[in-house]
């Protein structure tokens, strides 16, 4: 488990891994959600063999998708995302509610 430390440690010792990794930011993605998915990618980088890094690509993107825009996702990938990437701290982080608790602040505000 890496903390933030860890992570610089780690980027630091690993040049080439790290220049790999950062050649996968998205055009699309800001500073912080950047430095947020780059934090997911090597926290469990190790846990990847070389020949699937483009899985561990795409986890960090479902991570990376449900933190900055709400996206969801089966049970099962949602909990092994979360597993993931548990221990990363996500400043100012969007809160996103759901269909249904939106139409419950609706018919509550509309009943007052």
Aim: negative net charge; charged residues 35%; aromatic residues 8%.
């Amino acid at each position: 488990e890496m903390a933030d430390l860890d992570v610089e440690d780690f980027v630091k010792q690993n040049r080439h891994l790290a220049e790999v990794v950062d050649n996968h930011r998205s055009v699309s993605e800001n500073e912080k959600q950047w430095k947020s998915r780059r934090e997911f990618i090597f926290r469990n980088i190790s846990d990847f063999e070389e020949t699937h890094m483009d899985h561990l690509l795409a986890l960090s993107m479902v991570w990376s998708n449900h933190i900055f825009m709400g996206c969801r996702y089966s049970p099962d990938l949602m909990e092994k995302v979360k597993e993931m990437a548990e221990g990363i701290t996500v400043e100012d982080a969007p809160i996103f509610k759901t269909r249904d608790e939106i139409m419950k602040d609706v018919r509550h505000n509309f009943i007052e």
